[in-house]
């Protein structure tokens, strides 16, 4: 083809972008639109990508990463390793164990062992074995450091006032804060280039023949014999168009709903609670002892305000669940054999499960059979991090009626995936103090079984005095693991960090 054969099938952006591209040789979309005149950059990169596909330009991509803090304290928190060497010193006298280091009390679990890892990697100190101890000696390097803010807290301090190009950046810098976990946001951001080719400059040079594009012939056009001059826009259906994004539903709002779907068209009716509950409900109506860990601080929120929770009004179900712990009342059971106390049960607390609002709707609606489920939130007082969240979201349900067993449990649960999209789960066995048989579900993620929840068939110490008598299987799942999974995510947290980007992008299920 020749050249001007090249120039008679370009069209008016086309052409645009070539002229423009004739005086800047190679340059960024942005200053392509600039120079060109052109209103807008997704007119210059479909001209592009016409031009590129005719092989007039080349259009590189480069990736470039930025960094910003994930939290806003981690600039103003003192780096574990600087917080060791202060105990170190100055508790210490520049000398001491792994163990007086955990003591002291300034440092939190695994925090001890990233502190001494970094004490190591920056020469702030030697370790030595000494029986089944470590000891650290602060070298002086470290007593110098002590005083001293670090090049990568100078980054931090930095990277506190707004989002850093990776660039801008020394790299072994960047790279210690990028080796400590959970500190740092990356972000991707694609820098294209378009470049003349040879063939592309030789036309670029030549008189393009530029005429006024019109879209529409206009009554005004055509009266006036301005048609003449101008050129009518070819409908092309191929072009390229931005994609519109208009306003959606939340991902996991639809999650929700397609959960609800599932389980209303298998039968099921919907129920739901309340975030504060007493102990009593949450805990002793489901047979877990009032010494049972999963009630202590470190695992449950129990509220101030109020602080208790009045259950005059349920009183011989309190007696009963009392009997039923103390010596297994009319169960057959043996109980827990401890003595039972009532303000334990009233302590009122963030409810740590859904199967609070489960057992509440038996003592209610103890006549069979049922069958119910509820999607709501649920509390625990555990440390975030990539598959846990202090706050998320169960999947609760019940089935109750004469014959219902063990293995139409399983069944339940394998359809409601099934129905969800997930062919591939798995039973093992597992433990609850209110089910026997009790089980967990898994399903296979990223090339790792992921557990889901747990399940079973509620023992007669909890239906007995909820006042059902045929057998009731229960269960409780994650429903931002299963977002995780639906999704395609790796990072729990990332479900509620209100990325735009991906809040636009997620599928629509
Ligand atoms: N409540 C359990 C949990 O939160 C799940 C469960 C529900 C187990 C019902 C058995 C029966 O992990």
Redesign the pocket.
């Given at each position: 083809m020749s050249e001007s054969d090249v120039i008679d099938q370009l069209n008016f952006f086309e052409k645009k972008v070539l002229k423009a591209l004739n005086e800047l040789k190679s340059a960024s979309p942005e200053q392509v639109r600039e120079k060109s005149g052109l209103g807008q950059l997704v007119e210059v990169m479909n001209a592009s990508s016409w031009l590129q596909a005719k092989g007039l330009v080349r259009i590189d991509e480069r990736i470039s990463k930025s960094y910003s803090l994930r939290r806003e304290d981690a600039a103003t928190k003192p780096l574990p390793e600087k917080v060791a060497l202060d105990v170190i010193i100055n508790g210490h006298k520049g000398r001491c164990s792994l163990a007086d280091l955990k003591n002291s009390g300034k440092l939190k679990g695994e925090e001890v062992q990233i502190a001494i890892g970094w004490i190591k990697k920056k020469g702030w100190g030697e370790l030595s074995k000494s029986g089944q101890d470590t000891i650290v000696a602060v070298t002086d390097k470290g007593r110098k450091a002590l005083h001293e803010k670090g090049e990568d807290e100078h980054l931090l301090e930095r990277l506190a006032k707004g989002e850093l190009a990776e660039t801008d950046a020394k790299k072994d810098v960047l790279d210690m804060l990028r080796q400590r976990k959970d500190l740092l946001n990356e972000r991707h951001t694609t820098n294209r280039t378009i470049t003349l080719t040879e063939a592309g400059a030789a036309v670029a040079a030549r008189d393009l023949r530029i005429k006024e594009e019109v879209a529409q012939l206009t009554p005004e056009l055509i009266q006036s014999g301005r048609w003449r001059d101008v050129e009518v826009r070819r409908y092309d259906v191929k072009a390229f168009a931005p994609t519109v994004y208009g306003g959606r539903r939340h991902p996991m709002s639809i999650l929700i709903d397609k959960v609800r779907n599932v389980f209303l068209t298998m039968g099921f009716t919907e129920v739901s609670g309340d975030y504060v509950e007493s102990a009593f409900w949450n805990m002793d109506v489901l047979f877990t002892a009032q010494d049972h860990p999963a009630r202590e601080m470190h695992d449950t929120f129990y509220v101030e305000n109020p602080a208790k929770i009045d259950l005059s009004q349920y009183m011989a179900l309190v007696e009963a669940v009392k009997q039923v712990h103390e010596n297994g009342g009319r169960t057959g059971s043996l109980g827990w054999r401890y003595k039972w106390r009532l303000d334990e049960a009233e302590r009122a607390l963030l409810r740590t499960?859904t199967?609070v609002n489960t057992a509440r709707y038996i003592y209610e609606h103890p006549q069979t059979p049922f069958k119910v489920f509820a999607v709501d939130r649920v509390f625990r007082n555990e440390a975030m991090d990539s598959t846990h969240l202090p706050e998320f979201t169960?999947i609760?349900g019940i089935v109750c009626e004469k014959g219902a067993n063990f293995d139409m449990l399983c069944g339940v649960l394998k359809e409601f995936y099934r129905r969800m999209g997930i062919p591939e789960t798995r039973i093992r066995p597992g433990y609850?103090p209110?089910?026997e048989p009790?089980l967990e579900v898994e399903i296979l993620w990223d090339g790792k079984w992921m557990e889901l929840?747990?399940?079973?068939v509620f023992r007669p110490e909890v239906t007995e005095p909820l006042g059902v008598k045929e057998p009731v299987l229960?269960?409780?799942l994650g429903l931002e693991r299963l977002a995780m999974l639906i999704y395609g995510l790796d990072d729990v947290r990332d479900i509620y960090e209100s990325d735009v980007d991906w809040l636009k992008k997620a599928p629509q299920l």
């Open positions: 499960h199967t169960q609760e609850f209110y089910t009790s929840g747990g399940a079973g229960a269960w409780g």
